[in-house]
């Protein structure tokens, strides 16, 4: 008879990964359609001033 297999015990988790993660830094430019709205939007506006 085989003797019971031994659980194993999981690696802990690195505490500094979740902090780092939530630090991440997002675009540093305006999405192609971020900006075609805001021009779109300063069109708008201009042609309202006239």
Request: charged letters at 35%; glycine letters at 4%.
């Amino acid at each position: 008879m085989k003797p019971p297999l031994k659980k194993r015990v999981p690696k802990p988790r690195n505490p500094y990964v979740a902090p780092a993660l939530q630090r991440k830094a997002g675009a540093h430019e305006a999405t192609p359609g971020a900006r075609r709205a805001a021009e779109k939007r300063a069109l708008q506006k201009r042609l309202a001033e006239q």
